[in-house]
Nanobody, 115 residues
């Protein structure tokens, strides 16, 4: 079955960086549009970034443009989210998503930005 496993979250100070990874299995990763979402306490889950199959097209939420970069390595069935210049408002659980007729989600990884 489809599995998405995120990793790379943690506790960092404002201004620092993290790189999240999401490994997919149980589907043809190279033809899947992938994305990252996040959900902060008491808030709805929101889209952070998406990337097309080849990685040629990416889209970002306005709140992360210029700071976050989504990328993928289809040979490793992995999508990444490089997060730079982190802010306290970036604190959330970050989820990986495979877009499809039946969307699939990972279990999430916690990112906490605090001094």
């Amino acid at each position: 079955q489809v599995q998405l496993v995120e990793s790379g979250g943690g506790l960092v100070q404002p201004g620092e960086s993290l790189r999240l990874s999401c490994v997919g299995s149980g589907f043809t990763f190279g033809i899947a549009i992938m994305g990252w979402y996040r959900q902060a306490p008491g808030k709805e889950r929101e889209l952070v970034a998406t990337i097309t199959r080849s990685g040629g097209t990416t889209n970002y939420a306005d709140s992360v443009k210029g700071r976050f970069t989504i990328s993928r390595d289809n040979s490793k069935n992995t999508v990444y989210l490089q997060m730079n210049s982190l802010k306290p408002e970036d604190t959330a659980v970050y989820y990986c998503k495979r877009f499809g007729s039946n969307d699939s989600w990972g279990q999430g990884t916690q990112v906490t930005v605090s001094s």
